[in-house]
């Protein structure tokens, strides 16, 4: 089967992890395994990869989940595209639980420990290499082990090797999908306008339920410059008086950024919390768009933010418009429901 833009190429950077992420189903996962790799950096990601290995295929998203802390990360980045990350066990359940894949392989070809960062390189292949008539793909990674579990997982594809830049060539050629007249019902879902010096009319941020304390964000703004990874996360309070940091997100990557998160989304609406973006990582306290999550009859701007992003803001583990890539990708891995109304609109409205 093809992947669309988004599902490709995210999941080229992430091992073909979201070969499994894309799909995602709404269906409750299952009780997670007890896993045990030692206090060896090193092993503890190897067994994580392995794990891919042959529950990726068979859609295990439990059997994933239980290598990563009960807070652990995952983010994924493909250049040009956006960010996509999946934020503690439930969301990770969620988030590895379907569409096996038979072609699907992974194989470490780097692979070296610095205290309890681990890096390396892997090469692999599932169907979306199969159509597109690679052998394999390369892709990066950074990991951080916590008492024998990874506590983040960060992925980006590597566009200088050349099959991995053809395969990225691949998913971008794909027609977009999806229907902006088609929506979840309003009660499971809010779309949100942006403030801020990045938020122009083509902004935007959409949150979901997926049931079971699982919900999905996307937040697509005007892109930022080149090559800067954006940090956002989810406050306590509003846009004109942000507090603590409540929920990391993936970062805004080059303007567009989609989460599955470990979140009651009741409880992101009944208590004051607002979606921020900083500057940079280098830059955290600064807010480039803001949009308070609330539910509004007719979304209308509010002031742009003249607030500081407190410390807390700092919580990003790494990682064009890009909307429709982006997009699609969402809405393969459940957050269709979430994402493609809103930002098929928000592709709408550039035309």
Known sequence: ?????????????VLSLLAVVLAVTWAPAAAPHSV???????AVVEALIEEFNESAPTGDGA?????????????FLAAGEGSF???????????????PDPEFSVIVVEIAAADDTV?????FRDSSTVDAGIERAVANFTAVVADGQVASFDVVDDLSDPQTAELAEFVASQPDQGDEDEGPPSEDFV??????????GDSGAFVGDFGGGVAGVFVGIEPGPEGVRQPSGIHEGTCDDLGELAQQLAPVWEGAAGSLISRDFDHLLDEPHAIAVAASQDDITTVVACADIERVEEPA??????VRLPETGSGVSSSGSGLGWLVIALAMAGLATIAAVGALRLRASRR
């Open 36 to 42: 045990s790799a030692g206090g060896d950096p090193v």
């Open 119 to 123: 890096t390396g390189a892997v090469e």
């Open 1 to 13: 089967m093809t992947r669309s833009k988004l599902g490709r190429t995210v999941v080229g950077a």
């Open 85 to 99: 990350g999946v934020f503690g066990r439930p969301a990770m359940e969620v988030a590895f639980s379907e569409e």
């Open 63 to 75: 059997a994933i989940a239980a290598h990563f802390t009960e807070d652990g990360s995952a983010t």
């Open 301 to 306: 701007p509010t002031a742009t933010p003249g």
């Open 191 to 200: 779309e949100l306008p942006m403030t801020g010096d990045q938020a122009g």
